[in-house]
Every structure is written in C-alpha cells, then in structure tokens.
C-alpha cells in the first residue's frame, strides 16, 4: 500500500476546498501578497540598478579600465601621454567629462520642467576611436567625422539617443546648455555610434570642450585599452603607481559595485520589508492549517482507522500545504509584476529614494529570480503547514476518535522557556556588528525576537489572566470568558500569533518611521537658519564667478551672504563619492562632537558629517589627507556633524582655504540673511535678475519652510512603500483575527449548545464571546505593541545606523499606537460576535446533534 | 482449530476454516488522574474463524472499546499478542500495521463517522483508494455495494441529507466494500431506534455473511448479543462466555 | 548631395590658409626631409623587396611603410594643447606570396604630447610606436609593428637624391597650381629584421608635400616606382579621370650612370589591364597595366607582373582610402605599383 494514495489525496483535497473555501482561499491570498511584495520589489531594485548601470557604463564607454580624477575639476593632462607609454597599454583615450544641464531644471518636489541634467563628453576622436568606440558621433548620413575633410567639427555636438528624445533636437539644429557656469551653442551633428538607449550625454571634441569650459590643462578622466594577453592586476599595480593624488583607478567591477554601493541599503531595507510581509502570509498560513486540521482531528482518526498510515496522513497534509504555495506563488508572481509595473511608473524606478536621477527603469521578466521567490512562497507555505501537521499525526486515532484527545489540560502550564531562549537569542543577535557593510545579523535577530515573543503568548497569557482568573466574576459571561482564555491558552495563542506578529511589525515600522521624520526635521530646522538659500544644480564643473556674485551681494535688502561651493569627491575606489562643501562664514550644521583644542598649523580644519565618520573611520581629532587641486592636503577632523542629505559622507571645509588652495573662485551656493523689514519675494526676483543668463536654467532658491516641507514630502514618498506594507502587514494580521475567531467559534458551536440547553441566554454567550475576543484582543495589542517597541528599538538604534550611517532619536507616536490598539480589541471582539451569531443562529438543537 | 480451547466455535463448516483472528493474553491499563494506572482486563483470549459472528458484552467502563481498539491495531496491548490473517501484530510498525488494517479489517462505529464532505460513494470507497485502487474500479464497487444495502442510485448524495440508519447503512458498505475477513462493530446500533436498529443489525450479518466475513460486535444490546452466533463477556480477568439471555451485568 | 557640393568647395575654401606650391623654390637638405606643416599634405612613403639573409630570392616579399601628414585648419584661436592643427597617420604592409594578401596595420592621432608627431628640421615622424626617422649616420630607419610582427629595417641611401618635375616642382594636373613638391630616393640599401628574421633588399622613398594636388576631375592616380637591376631609376604616373583617360602623366628615368631624363605628358602611355577583382570589396583593380614610356626618342615598353593579385589595402574605417599597393616586377628590375581611385573617387 503506498503511504500516499494519489486519489484519496485528490478526493480529501476536493473535499476540503468544498468544505472551506474561504479559509483556504485566505491562505493563498496570504502567501501571494508575501511572494507579490517580495517579487515587485525585487523586480523594481533590478530595472532601477540594470538601467542605472547601463547608463553608468555608456558614460564609460566600456573601456578595459579608466583613470579618473578624484574631483569633477580634474587632474593634470600630462597623465595622458605617460599612461599611454606604459608598457601593456595598447592605447589611451583622455577624456574631459563635466556635468551639464539643458533648459530649466525641475527643482525637487515640483513636476519636471523642460530641462534635464546629461554629462557633457570632450574626446578625441582618433583616440575614443580605439578605445570606446561607442563614443564615436555619426552624422545623419551614418559616416563618423575622422579624416573625412571636414576638419576639427568645432561648434558640432553629437547627442546620444536618450538626451535627444529628452531634449527633443534634432541634427542641423542648435542645442543649448549650461555647463561650468557657461552657456553654450553647438550645432547638433548627430548621435552616438553605440551608447545605448539609457544615459544621457553629449561629445564634443576634447579641445574645443577645455576651450570652452575653461579647463586648460585638465581632463577628468583617461580610458585604457589593454594590449592583447596583458595582464590587468598587474597593469593596474603598474598604473596605480604612476598616478598622482588626484586620481584614482577606475575599473567596470569597481564602477559597477560603486553603482550597487550608492543604493544598497536601501534596497535590502526595501526586500527586507517585503520578506516581512511575506513572514507575516506565513503566519496566516500556518494558523490557517492549525485551525483546520484542529477541526478535522476525528476526520483523520477515522482516515487512519480505515488505513491512512502516518505519514501518508503527514504526506496529505503537506501535499495541501503545496497546493496552497503552488497557487499562492502563482498568484503572486503575477501580482508582483503588475505591482512593480505600477510602481515604476508612476513612483519611478527608486520608489521615490532619489538614487536614479535620469534613468529610466525598463521591466523584465528574469525566470531565476521568478523561480526564487516562487519557491520561497512554497517553502513558508510547506513549513505552516508542516507543524500542524506533524502535530496531527501524533495523535493517536483511537483517541481522537472519541472526540478526546483534545490536548486541552488545564493542569500543564505552557513552557515559558522556549520563547524566552528565543528573545535572548534575538537580543544578541541584534547587538552584532554589520556584515559587508549591511545589518544583516540584527534582521535575523528581529526574526528571533518575533518568533520569541509569539512562542511566548501562551505563558504570558496565562500569567496575565491568572489572578484574573484567581478572583473569578459574578457575571457569568465574564467568567466563562476567563477560565476558557486561562485553560486553554494553546487555543488562545494561534489567534494571537497572527495580531502579536502583525502588531509587533507595524508598530516597529512605524515607531522607526515616526523616529526618523522627527530627527529629519529637527535637522531642517538646525540646518536652514537663514531667510533665503541659492542652489546651484549640475554646477559641479563651475559656477557663479566673483564678478556675478558681488553683482549678487549688491542686491538691497541683504544684510549677509554666505557663499558655498559644493563638489563631489572620490576618496576610495569602489566607494561612492564624498561631498566636498567649501563654506564662507559660519558652519550652520548641528554638531554632534567638537575637537577640545585648534587646528594644528599648517592644516587645514575640517567639519565631517556623520555617515563620513562611520564609513571612513574618521575620529574627532584625527589628521588625514585631501587630494586638492593635485596635492594632498593635510587637514584635521574638527567636529562631526549630523547629516541626512548625503549618505556616504560630506566635508566641510573653510572657503577661504579652498580657494587659496585651488584658485577657484566660483560659487555654486548661498545662503541670504534679510535686512529687518525687506520682503523675501522682491529680493529672490532682484537676485534671479542678477545672476548671469546662462545660469538661470541650474539655479534653484528657497526659503526653509517651503524647503522644510518638500523635503518632508521627498521622506514620505521614498517612505510610501514603507506605508503601504505597514498597512498590508496590519490587513494580514486583521484578517488572520477573524478567520481563527471565527473557525474557533464554529468549532465550538457543541459546547454552546450545550450552554444553551442548560439555560445561559443567547446574549450571555455572546457577551461572552466578546469578552473573550477583547480579552486576546487587548494581551495580543499590549504584547504586540511591547514587541514592536523593541524591534523598533533595533531598527532605531542598529539597522538604521548600519545600513546608512546616521543615527537618530526616538520618537513614539502615541495616538497612534493607542488607535491600533483600540482597532484590535474592537476588531477581535467584533468577530467573536459576529462568529458566534452564526454559530447561535442554527439552533441548539443542531448543533448538539451534528456528527462532528 | 486449537483443541485445547474450549471455547472454540463447534460449527463443522467452519472448523477446517483459517482463524481470521487470534489473541492471546492480552492486557491494558490505563493512566490515572492521580498518575496511577489502573488494569482495565488481563488475560484476553479470543479465536475467530471466516464466518464467525461474535458479541462482546460487559460494564460500562469495563474496556471494550479498548479491546476493540487493540484487536485493530490501534494501540498497543500491556501484555500478548494479536494475530490477524496470521500476521502477528506485536513487533510491527505504524504504517504496517495500518497496511493490514487497511486490507484486512472493516469498520462499523456507533456515530457512523462518514466524511461530510465526500458523496456516498466516494465515503464507501474509502477503503480500497486508500489501498490505492484507481478511481474507477473503486467507485463501481462502491456503488455495487450501495445497491446491496439499499441506497441504490444515492451514489453522488452528500451525507447531510440523510438520515441516521442510512447513515449506518453508508458505514456498512464501507466496512464491507473490500471484502474484508473481519469486520469490527462498535455498538452499530447505539444512535438508532429499535426498528431501524434491528433492520440495521439484520443487514450487518446478512452482508458480512455474504462477503464471509467475521464480525465482532461490542455492545450493551441484549438484542444483538442474540442475534451473534457467539456472546462473549469482558471482565477484569479476562473474556468469557456469556449464557444467552443474561445481560452483560 | 550637399556633402558632395561641400567636399568638393571644401579645397578652394580653405586652400586660402594653405601654402601654395610655386615653382623656383630650391630643395634644402636635410629641412626638407623634415615636415612642411604649412602645406596641407604631406607623406614619406618607403616601399621595398627583402629577402631573408640566408635564403634564396625566392622568399622574398615586398614591404611598404608610408607616414601621412594631414593639415586640418582650426577656425577660431584655441589654447588646448589638443587644438593641434596636425594629424599624423600611417600605414604600413607586407606582401607575403605565402599568405596570398597583404597583411597592414595603421595608426592615426592628433599630434602632440610626444605621442604623434612630424618633425620640421630632419626626417622624423612617429605616431605611438611606429618611426620613420634619419639617424645621425645619414641612414634612414623605420619601426613598424604589423599584425605584431616587428619591422625593423635601416635603409643606407646609395645614390643621390632625384628631383622629381622641374627641381623638385611636379605638375600633376592641366593646372600650373595642381602640383606638389616631389622627390625620390630611389636604390636604398635595406638590412633589419622582420618578425625577428634578419633580411636584406632594396628600397625606395618617396616624398610629397602639396595642398592643392588634384584636378577636380581627377578620381584617382597610378603610380610605379622600379629599382632597376643596372642601378637605374624608373619612375611612371598619370592622373586619370572618370573616363579612365589620362589627365597628366609624367615621371623621371635616371640611369646607373645618373643622367636623368623627366617625362613630360606626352612621353607616357599608360593602359589599364589585367583586371583583378577583390572578393572583399568588389572593387576592380588593373594589376598588370600596359605602360610604354618614351627613353630619349625609343618607346619602351614595360610588363609588370605583380608579386600576387590580392595586394589591395582598405583604410577606409579610418577615413582613408581605398587603394592597391602592391610589389610588382618588371624585365630588368623590381619595385612598387600604387592603384587609386578606382573604386570611388579619390579625396585628398
């Protein structure tokens, strides 16, 4: 006999989706939202990051490797013709490549304007030729400008595919941009050989982009070709030697992995949040399968009594565990692709983090990563389902048969010390420091710390209503309610698991969310002091010059300007660049620590943020080195500010010193304090009238609570993901509530019968119903929300900082969390009842009569 | 035929028959509140051969249900033996035992415990799927069985819209669709009134006749110990004859 | 269309900038080894048979080394040390019968930076790794990599220099001003190593240097340059246009003895023959043309035979031409055919 009948497996299949449609129909929701979460967010992250790369490796052009300078304002020429002499080099491309934007820039919050931001490319041809050919122009007749008599191409421009859709020109007509501070007017020639349909840029000839950027002497970067059978480690040894300090090696693995750096966390935060959801499904799962083998016990004894072996009984009940997950991962892989369709095209390809500015996201189907998450679906339905149904297999059948064996004994006390074991577990885990630079030891913790605090509920429930319970009530309903709560708290605990696991994670979520935006705009406010602010946008090549900025500080109604100028730097290889921000006057930054004593002479003193600190290993203190305008600089570690702009890390450095030491006197920010009694509105309009035309495009002005309230609206829509799995998480948990209510009740419909007859009203047992389901309704929300807080307290304290290097404080939002407790108690007791009328509704004498 | 029992069915047509079952000293306790065990019986002797019709008599409380339980494999006896088809039970493992189970034995329970959501044939067919029988031999058979019981062409009704003797019919078909040796009843009759009880049992032994099997019943009844070929009576001390007309005290 | 209206306005344009080629002006040496940057184009075109040292002639191969350079007007002042007015290009081949097709490689950048650059003083032009310079012992020597396989040969100058036209001033149009300065070296004693084998032969340079060169109807040239085996010096061109019909011709013979007599128009005869088709191209190519010249008052009559048919070269995916450039022998002597414009009008 084969442990498995094939067609009893079918018939009691059938059977039971006849038999409970709802419940199981439940489950597959369950786990297809889990899998739908999980799949949309992975498709979304690998769009995002596919298109990003893409359009990171068309700005490269794909050479075998790239010397770039540290800074946009470049690192010395002479570089080109030493790296292309060195032996394993084939041939050597230099490179000029600057920021630029087109048309007025979309200022962030506000719908795009007719403008954009693209990289401005300066080659030469004859040299781009050999090494990134992709970067080739050709004219509208399809043939590239080389050699064919039509000399150097001065005043031509060559678009890639995506800036001329963004821009809408066309050949023969003139495009014209900003680009270090200038405004310019090429004719536009044509496209690019071979860039690709994502990045936006735009090649010039390498002599006529120094000549119109002002950059003689300078190129940003130098693409390599190898020669034939050459070794790269060991070239790239050879050239890192050679450089100077301001530059660095570039390789496509480094490029690459900077690309994934710049959003990593916050795409495992974002999977992490979707594996949440899918935990929670499995919660659902697995009390679904526990209320339903509970009531089907004497089915089973019978199926064993006429021949169902153990495991074959174990097999059946797996084999429904799989049809669930089949179904459910079916469900949500489709779910999930049209979810992440929506999303990006409505919140774009970062789900509104910001991170890819530029690029659009294109979906595709990868079957792998399909296949993954399916199985993942599989695997959280087969394991709800696997301890019910172990736990049905160990009852023997001659007992269940009776109607024993029920496994309710009042006398056992429920062991404390599993849950217990599990929390401390948790705890520790939580304290652990970060794995390749992600928090991925404090998630298995929070795991660890939800499972232990669910295998706690039982104990703890008990230990809740024992003096309850001691002390007994006059009122029938209410008594009846404690004793069953107290007697039987295995049965109370599989309702509670599903509000305990939703409630803790929704509390935890939003606990973070709340502390995060409380921090952020306390930091608005200690950051914006003055009445009116300047930006600059794509100006990291050149900005404003001393001539427009005095025209600038002549405006009346000013009583003090502070200037900045703001660039990127790259520090490491491989890491994203560091923002370099010189600043006039007083730093308006919250420090977080202050050196005791001045800056030793001959350095420089510095102000680093936060996030810089942790990632750089930079203390208070400390001297380092800055490569400068070609040197390394010596500079010390002042004071360590709090910030939450720029994640990898910013410096601040005095103005005065950076232009001694570079000689540029540009500036691509401000900050205006007013006169007392000048209007904000006419002085921003006499200041966009004074800035030079070719500039207006890039600058941006603000005043701080305007800037203060978009940037909150920038936080809660890169949050609005966060928002909708809380709220997903919550439904979940709602929905376990009801239906394990409900199946309890219907389960128990015997022993009100039985009440009935021996004379409790209708309405005192539905009294007591109520008070049951508000009794587990109210331990499940105190437990709930005391789990949340301490999740919440490891998100604050070691996730958030783990994953994006900046700390925060905590603020809990009390209504909040007393209006999801209200809801629970409401909503646990109002199922009770509703359960128990139907329940009531057949008749007593029905339900004393039925078979089962 | 074992001569030095005394006991043993006389009926020539049956004595050269194989012993469909045979126990040998069996015992049971059972746990107390107070972790005590108290012995429910002890030496249990029982022959069965095809054909035999057998009650089982005694108090309240006295184990029958028990005994019936290890005669099926179900659970496991302090002491002795069982032997069915000539298989020893003692020794084997759970899916074994319910292997022989499966093949060997059919069921007849006092709630009739028929699967609410599967029609009657299918409830009927039970038995020999889960022996791993295709779908459509098994459902003939099943409804071939339904036609002797008396619920001919009810096949595809759902057990909700019957009543309680034909439910039991329903169990009867079942315990008999795969022509097992030994039929095991647990008060048949107990949830049914006397005439539809007495038609009930009447069906039980005419079926079980005709498919030659033993039945073994336990029961209060006085009316069913009768109709047995055999009335047996369950005590502390073991199994024992019962004079007919005496009521199992 | 309009790109053809410009390419063709294109040499008037900017013919203005550029230096003209006058008549009467004498040959320094060795500044006019150097370069001439004022002049538009430019090139040192080295083409010779080697042989390997210890072998039979049988092996041997024809090479061919030529360094372009190519002024490209800028329009407005630039201070960028890339805002070079020059581009240095090269070509370099080697016809091996055993490989049955040339084997090439070129090379082209911007000068400047000490990576690409032709001298003005003496002969030295480079571009990456490749050279073509005179050494301080009067030799030539080249360095050249093909398909990396290393040439390094030095060329010893056995006979003096030929003034190619009237002292150097060739005509190679109806137009007095479609001309360039012209002259060979022919009869170069070749030693070096090829892919590391030593070989010896004989070689010959050419120079140019010119900014108008060709007639607007010229669509191309064919030109041949023969080391005779008594020491002489033979050296044949026409300019063709679209009909195939001469539009100029001229050229030079000097004997061993070095009397030199330069052939006016009229004093060749030139008829394309033995028609070679590239698989590659498609293009057709005279490999065995018809060529009389007229030595005093006697025609003679030269058949060339080409070392293999396929010695076609395309540089077009560096915006050169295509062209035919191949080893060619005659009765009595040894030298180079060059083919152009046949399969699109040439643009220089």
Redesign the interface.
Known sequence: ???L?P??TG?LLA??W??QPVRMAIAVLAIAVGVALGFAVHLVNSAALGSFGRAMASVQGRADLSVRAVAATGMD?AL??RL??LPGIA?AS?VVEVPASWGELARPGAPAKTGGRFTLLGT?F??A?QVTPGLIGVSA?GL?G????N??L??RIWLSPALMAACRCRAGQNFRFTAAGRGHDPVVAGTLAASGQDARLAVI????A??RLGQ??RVQRIDLKLA?GADPAAITARIARALPADALVATPDGEASRADALSRAYRVNLGMLALVALLTGGFLVWSAQSLSVARRR??FA???????????LVGQLLVEGLVLGVAGAGLGLALGYGLADLAVTRLGGDLGGGYFNGAQARLAFPPLAAAGFAGLGLATALAGSLVPALAAARV???LA??GLGDGIDPGRRPAAWPGLALIAAGTGLAMAPPVAGLPILAYAGMALLLAGGVALMPALARALLAPLARAGSRWLPLDLAIRRLWGAPQAASLALSGIVASTALMVAMAVMVASFRQSVDDWLVAVLPSDLYLHLEAAEAGGISPDAQARLMAVPGIAQVRMQRVMSIRLAPGQPAVALMAQGGHAAVPLLQRAGGPAPAGTTPVLISEPMAWLYGWQVGDRSTLAIAGRPRPVFVAGVWRDYARQFGAIILPLADYRRLTGDLTMTDAAFDLAPGAQPHAVQQALAAALPAAVRGQAQFGRPGEMRRIALQIFDRSFAVTYALEAIAILIGLIGVATSFSAQVLARMREFGMLRHIGVARGQVLAMLALEGAGLGLVGAAAGIALGLGLAIVLVMVVNPQSFHWTMDLALPWPLLAGLAAALIACAAGTAVLAGRRALGQGPLLAVRA?? | MRPETPFAPTAPAVRTAPAVLTARGLAKSVPTAAGQRRQLFAHVDLDLHAGDVAAITGESGVGKSTLLNLLAGLDQPDAGNVTIGGQALSGLNEAATTAIRCRHIGFVFQAFHVLPHLDLARNVALPLVLAGAAQGPALEAARAMLDQVGLAGRGSDHPAVLSGGELQRVAIARALVHRPPLVLADEPTGNLDPDTARRILDLLLASAQQAGSAVLIVTHSEAVAQAAGRALSLSASGLAPRAPGALGA | MRRLVLLLLAPLLLAADFAPVKPGVPFRFPADHGAHPAFRTEWWYVTGWVQPKSGASAQAAGIQITFFRTRLPRAKPNRSRFATEQVIFAHAAIADPATGRLRHATRIARSGFGLAQARVGDMDVAVDDWRLWRGADGRLHGHVVVDGQRLDLAFTPRQPIILQGRAGYSQKGPNPSEASHYYSWPQLATSGTLAGKPVIGTAWLDREWSSTLLNPRAVGWDWLGINLDDGGALTLFRVRDTNGRALWAGGSHRDRAGKTQIFQPQDVDWQAAGWWKSPRSGARWPVRPIVRYRLGSQWQALEIKPLMPDQELDSRSGGGPLYWEGAVTVPGGRGYLELTGYSAPLRM
Do not use: C, H, N
């Open positions: 006999m084969a442990a009948a067609v009893a018939w059977g039971e006849r038999a020429e080109y013709p292309a002499r041939a230099p030469d004859l040299r030729m007749a590239s080389v050699g064919t008599g000399g150097w001065e005043g000839d390498i002599a006529e120094q000549d003689f002497g034939e004497p089915q019978l199926l064993a009594v006429l021949g169902l072996s153990r495991r074959g023997p059948p001659a048969l009776k078979d089962w």
